[in-house]
């Protein structure tokens, strides 16, 4: 199963940010829309990620909810029906929250830098430092917080869980 290092942060500065990344990527930005259902799971967490009206991936992911580097596996599986995936698995499972982003993605190295406007929410900082399957997760984690030190990234902006649980807590908060 693939693995990565998570880090999300809350940013205030969208446009110094987006500066900071763009001295450290390789590659990008590239501009993505991401509609994102989250449905019931007993274990982990299960999202549709529609990219698209015939483009989408159901994600499984398991990562701990806690500030700062989390090691997280996961499995992606496309398809080409994302709305009458959506059906079926809320059906099936019942929806738990679905959520809108804007998101401009850089590269440096195996790193995917995401700054991301969330609908309701607000901008966020997203680090996924892809882990080679012979890497630790403590060398992710170095990367990760070496990164974070280089975006200027607070530990007070650190949060924990996903947007989903971001998004449930500012509505019943």
């Known amino acids: 199963m693939p693995r990565n290092i998570e880090i999300k942060a809350r940013v205030r500065d969208l446009g110094e ?3 900071r990344a763009r001295a450290l990527a390789d590659r990008g930005p590239f501009d993505l829309v991401q ?3 989250f449905f019931a799971c007993a274990s982990g967490r299960l999202k549709l990620r ?3 009206a015939d483009r989408g991936e159901l994600i499984f992911y398991r990562r701990p909810d806690v500030r700062g580097p989390k090691l997280c596996d996961y499995t992606i ?3 080409s029906a994302p709305d009458l995936m959506r059906t079926a698995l809320s059906e099936a499972l019942g929806v738990i929250g679905r959520l809108r982003k804007r998101r401009r993605l850089y590269l440096a190295g ?3 830098i995401h ?3 969330v609908e309701g929410l607000g901008s966020y900082l997203e680090l996924e430092v892809v882990l080679a399957e012979s890497q630790s997760g403590a060398e992710g984690e ?3 917080r070496r990164l974070l030190s280089q975006l200027g990234v607070e530990a007070a902006d650190l949060v924990t869980g996903a947007y ?5 807590e500012s509505r019943h908060g």
């Open 115 to 117: 700054l991301d406007e």
């Open 77 to 79: 599986a496309p398809t």
């Open 164 to 168: 989903v649980d971001l998004l449930r």
């Open 142 to 144: 170095a990367t990760a």
């Open 17 to 19: 940010m987006e500066a």
């Open 110 to 112: 195996p790193t995917r």
């Open 50 to 52: 529609e990219l698209a």
């Open 35 to 37: 509609d994102d259902t």
